[in-house]
């Protein structure tokens, strides 16, 4: 492998350890918020039938509202994240001199998987 050869599979390795963190940071960002929004709809739950005050109901409600808005927001940027990863490992597959066994671009494709269901 040539010296440029050699710097472009590096760019092309970083790009792809790049693009895998930020989808794979994302679907756990969405996934907590998914939980937090769960535990707070089940808090909402006890403080409705337990009839709480005023105060802690509509706190809950406020806080399992801006959970929701979190959830949207990340669920949208995931989408485009994995979106990219997607074509940037067809596009390395397709252009690349990139080992087609390579770790990083292996990695890329399970973290593609398992964020994409």
């Given at each position: 492998m040539t010296q440029k050869a050699s710097d472009t599979a590096a760019i092309i390795?970083?790009?792809?350890?790049?693009?895998?963190?930020?989808?794979q940071r994302l679907w756990k960002e969405n996934r907590s918020y998914q939980k937090e929004?769960?535990?707070?709809?089940?808090?909402?739950?006890?403080?409705?039938?337990?009839?709480?005050e005023d105060w802690d109901i509509?706190?809950?409600?406020?806080?399992?509202?801006?959970?929701?808005?979190?959830?949207?927001?990340?669920s949208k940027r995931?989408?485009?994240?994995?979106?990219d990863l997607r074509e940037y490992i067809i596009g390395v597959e397709r252009d690349s001199n990139?080992?087609?066994?390579d770790d990083e671009l292996a990695k890329a494709k399970g973290v593609l998987e398992e964020v994409s269901v």
């Amino acid at each position: 492998m040539t010296q440029k050869a050699s710097d472009t599979a590096a760019i092309i390795r970083r790009q792809l350890k790049i693009k895998t963190g930020v989808a794979q940071r994302l679907w756990k960002e969405n996934r907590s918020y998914q939980k937090e929004e769960e535990d707070l709809t089940r808090k909402l739950d006890k403080f409705l039938a337990d009839a709480a005050e005023d105060w802690d109901i509509k706190n809950t409600r406020n806080m399992l509202e801006e959970s929701r808005k979190l959830i949207a927001d990340t669920s949208k940027r995931l989408g485009n994240a994995v979106q990219d990863l997607r074509e940037y490992i067809i596009g390395v597959e397709r252009d690349s001199n990139l080992d087609t066994g390579d770790d990083e671009l292996a990695k890329a494709k399970g973290v593609l998987e398992e964020v994409s269901v």
